[in-house]
C-alpha cells in the first residue's frame, strides 16, 4: 500500500537572511498537576521575522509574536499553555533563546479570557553575561504549588553548547543557578553538548528505571518523604569536538537528576544538579564513521529508547538495561534528510528518492511515496523533507519542507486486532513479506564480482558457469534496452535461452524459471511519473508504457502466457526496490500496447495469448475497441447502403474507398474486439458485470449488444434450415467467429449491466425532443428501436422454444429408442472379441441422403438395419411395438471348452435371439 500524498498544514515565514537564517520548531505542552502533555501544536521560531503557534490537527496559526529583524534563534522553541481556573483566563507562554542581538532568553506571555476581546501579550528577556557559548536546549521543570493563577508552577532550564546548566523563574526575573556539573566539566574540553531531552520520573520509573531501581532511589534521594514533587530527568548528549565525523563510541550521554522544586535546592552541585550515571554509547556492528552535519538525536520516553539518525541509517539505543544496546538499527545506500521514530519498530524517513515507512526489525518497506510527489505550498520537490514530531493519537507525522509545514497521515500503518481502546499492532512479519530492502543490490544483479551462488537461489544457478553466464546476459539485456535494439535483445535471449543449435526457444510446456522472465518484463516495460510532466500538479499517478518491443521474445513470452498485467506488475515492483510504486490503474497494461503500437498488432497478439488477464483489464479494452468501432460507424453504414443499392462489387472497395489506409485498422479492431469478447467470456458471470458496469459506459454497453447482435444474426443459429444466412457487411466484423454460448452470456451480461433503471429511465419519447439537438434525437430514437428489436427477438426466441418442447413432445418415443439404441450397441464380438460383421459395414451404407418438402436429409440407420435388418420395416422409419431396441449382438462364432472357435448355425442364432426377447413382447424376428 501507498503511502498517501501530504497534507499541507502552514505557510512558514521565510527568515530575514535567507542565505544565513534558520527556522526552528519545538512543542508545545500542556500543565496540570505538575504534570506535562503534549499538545497537537508546535512553536516555530523564524530568524529576522517572528515566534509562531501552529495547530496541527485543525491546521491554523494560533499566535504570532514579532521579533527583532537582527534576531538570531540558537535552539528549539518551548511552549506552555495553562488554564487558569479562579480567573478564568487561559495563558500561554513561549520560550526561546536568542544570540542576536543580545544572547539572552525570551519569554512571550500571552493571556486570552474573562471577557477580553484582544489577548494580551508581553514579552520578558533574560540577559545571558556568564556564558558565550549558545543556547542547546531550553525546556521546563515542573513543580506543584498553591495557587497556580499567583506562581507559575515550573522553573525553565537551559544548556548550553559548553555544558553549562542554568535555571531561571518562569518570569526569567530570577535566575536560581547556573553551574557547569564536575562530569560535564571533565568532558567539556574535548567535547560539546549536542543535545538534551528533559524527562518526567513518572515516565522513566516505567521505562528507564524499570530495572534500574538503585537510579530511581539515587535521583529522589533528596526530595523530602512528604513532597509529592518528583524531580526531572536530565539527559545530555556530547559529542567530539571539530570533527566533521564521529563514531558512536566517541558520543557520550550523561543522565543527572533535577530537583523540582529550586527553592528546597542548597547551595551544594549535587542538591542542583544530580549526576546518576555517564553512559557510553555501544557502537553498532558493521557502522563506521558518520557525519555529523546529519546527525538528529531523540529520545522516545515510552519505550527508553534513545535513537539517533544519520545520512544512512536509523539506529535505537535502549537505556534500560544495565549495559545499554541497540535494539535495532538499519542502514542503506540512500541519503537521507531525516528519519523519525513513529513506533517501537518503524522510522519513517525521507530521502533522495522517496520517503517511506521503514521496518527496522524485519528490514521492510510498509509505505512510500516518491519524493518528487512532496510538493511544498509553492510546488518546490527539491529542497529536503526534516521531520519535526510524531502524534501517535492523531496518527500523524509533521514535516517541514522548505518553508512549508506538512503533515503525513499514517492511520492505515498500524492492523488493529481488536477495540480501538487496545494499542494498535506493528511490525507483522507478514507485512513484511515481499517488502524486504536487505540488500540494496538490484533483484536480478550480483552484489559482486565472485561467483555467490547463494544469492541466485531464486534463478537455480549452482554453478560459477551459470553466474558467469547470467551475469553476462543481464550486461547484454541491460544494453540493448538503452540503446532500443530489440534485434540485440532477441539475439540475446535466443543465446541464452535456446538450445545450443537450434536456438529454438522453449514452446509452452516446457519449464522457464519465471524469475528470469520477470527481468525481462521489467526491462521491456517501465513507470513513467506523470508528475514529472506536471509540476504544478499535487498529487501524481503511475503511468505504465513500453520501453521496446521485441517481437520474438515478446512472442515467446506470450506463447509462454508470462506475458500478463500481473507479472509485469511484479516484475516493476522488484526493478524499483526499495521505493514501494503504487497500484497500476485499471487498463494501464492495454494502454501501454495501443500506446506502443496504434495499428493494435501487439494488443492483438496478448489477448490471443493464453495468460490470465483480469474482468476490468478486459473491460478496459473493450471500451476501446468499442469506441473505435463507433468512430468507423458511418463508413460501415455507408458500406451498407452501398451494398443494398448494388453500387459497388465488394464491401472492401467501398470501406477502402472511406477509410483509405485505415481499413487495416479496422480489421485488427474487430479483431481485437472478439478476442477480447472471447477472452471475458471465460470469466465468472458476476465477475463480468461487475467489470461491464464499472468500466463501461451505457453508450459503450448498447454499442456492445449491437455487436454481440450482428454475430447471432450472421453466425447461422437463428436462421431457418431452408434459408440461406444474411451475408455480413464486412468478414472483419465476425472474425473470429463467437460461439453461440458466448453471445447469449455476454448479451445476458450486458443488459445487467445496464440495469433495470438504465433501460426504463434512459429514454425519453421523441416528441419530447424538440429543443434538443439532432445527435439526441437520433440516439434516442435508436435506442427506442433496439429495445423493439430486442422485444421481437426475445419473443421470437420463446415461440422457438415453445415450438422445441411441442417438437419434443411428439419425438419423444424416437429420442428414447435412439438413446437405448446407442446404449445397447456393442461395437466388438462378445464372444472373442473381434469386430461383427454388422458393425464392421462401411459408414457410407449407414446414412442415406432423401428428400422431404423441398428439403435435403440425411437418415441415420442402425447396423442391421433396412431391408436385410431385422428392426423396424423395409425402409427403417418405422418403430418397433415395444420401443425397445432388440440386442441382436448374437455373436456368429463360439468357443468350445476345448479352445476350438467354431461358427453357429442358424438355428442356434434363431434360439438365442428368441430367448433375449420378452416373455410379453411383441418383436419382430428376422432369421
Known sequence: MDLQSPSILAQLPRPLHASTGKTHIGDVYSLADAKKRKRYEVAVAVDGEAVNIYNVQTPKLVTSYAVPPQSSFSCRPCSVRRKLSKKSIVKRQTYTVATKPDHQIKCFVEEIGNGLSAPVITSSNATITDSSSP???????????????????????????????????????????????????????????????????????????????????????????????????????????NSDQIT???????????????????????????????????????????????????????????????????????????????????????????????????????????????????????RSIAASDVLSAGGVTTEPTVFISYFAKLGMAVAAKGNTLVGFDLTSLHSHSGPSLKRSRDGLLIDAIGRGIGSSAAQWDTASKKHRSENMASLHLTSPEQVEKWDQFTKDINQATKSRDGAKFDKTVRDYFGASE????????????????????????????????????????????????????????????HLSPDNVEIALRRAHKPRILQSLPTGSFVQALIDSDPSLKQVNQVLRGPAVISPNELAYALKYFLGQARLHSGALEETARAITNGDVATPTQELTRHLGAEEAALKYIFFGLN??????????????????????SRADLLTMVHHLRLSLATGGSTSRFTENPPTPITLDQITPSLSLNTIIDLITASVDAVGPSGWVSALPAVNDLDDESDSAIASASREAELIADMKSEVSAALAGVEEATYLKGILREYLSFASQAATSAKPTDATNGTVSEATAAPESQLVRHEKLNGADLMVFTLPGEGEDGYDGDASGKMLPLSLKPTSGDVSLSKKKSTGETKARSSREIGYLRRKAVGQYSFEKLVV
Open 675 to 696: 478476442h477480447t469478447l472471447r477472452k471475458i467470456h471465460s470469466q465468472p458471470q458476476v465477475s463480468i458485470v461487475q467489470s461491464l458496469r464499472s468500466n463501461l
Open 248 to 366: 558512536l563510541d566517541d558520543v557520550i550521554v550523561q543522565m543527572f537528576s533535577v530537583p523540582a522544586n529550586s527553592k528546597s535546592s542548597g547551595h551544594e552541585e549535587s542538591q542542583r544538579l544530580r549526576h546518576l550515571q555517564t553512559i557510553q554509547v555501544p557502537a553498532p556492528t558493521g557502522l563506521d564513521k558518520v557525519k555529523t552535519k546529519a546527525l538528529q538525536w531523540s529520545f522516545h520516553a515510552g519505550s527508553a529508547g534513545l535513537q539517533f539518525s544519520f545520512e544512512n541509517g536509523f539506529v535505537n539505543i535502549d537505556l534500560s538495561q544495565y549495559s545499554p544496546s541497540v535494539t535495532s538499527q538499519f542502514v542503506l545506500d540512500e541519503k537521507f534528510s531525516s528519519v523519525m521514530r513513529v513506533s517501537p519498530q518503524c522510522v519513517i524517513g525521507a530521502s533522495e528518492s522517496l520517503v517511506a515507512v521503514y521496518d527496522t526489525q524485519y528490514q521492510s518497506i510498509q
Open 135 to 241: 543556547a542547546k536546549f531550553v525546556g521546563i521543570v515542573p513543580f506543584s504549588t498553591e495557587d497556580e493563577d499567583k506562581v507559575d508552577p515550573f522553573d525553565i532550564l537551559a544548556v548550553h553548547e559548553d555544558g553549562r546548566v542554568r535555571r531561571l523563574s518562569s518570569d526569567l526575573k530570577t535566575q536560581h543557578w547556573s553551574i557547569q556539573h564536575s562530569e560535564i566539566a571533565k568532558v567539556c574540553t574535548t567535547h560539546l553538548v549536542h543535545s538534551s531531552f528533559l524527562i518526567d520520573l513518572e515516565d522513566a520509573k516505567k521505562t528507564m528505571f524499570k530495572r534500574r531501581q538503585d537510579l530511581a532511589a539515587l535521583a529522589l534521594s533528596d526530595s523530602p518523604a512528604s513532597s509529592t514533587d518528583e524531580p526531572s530527568i536530565l539527559l545530555v548528549v556530547s559529542h567530539p569536538q
Open 502 to 561: 537450434s536456438q529454438q526457444l522453449p514452446a509452452r510446456g516446457q519449464y522457464v524459471n519465471p524469475e528470469s522472465t520477470l527481468f525481462l518484463l521489467s526491462k521491456i516495460f517501465a513507470i513513467e511519473d506523470s508528475a514529472a510532466q506536471d509540476k504544478a500538479s499535487a498529487s501524481s499517478s503511475s503511468q505504465l508504457r513500453i520501453v521496446l518491443w521485441p517481437s520474438v521474445t515478446c512472442g515467446w513470452l506470450v506463447r509462454l502466457g
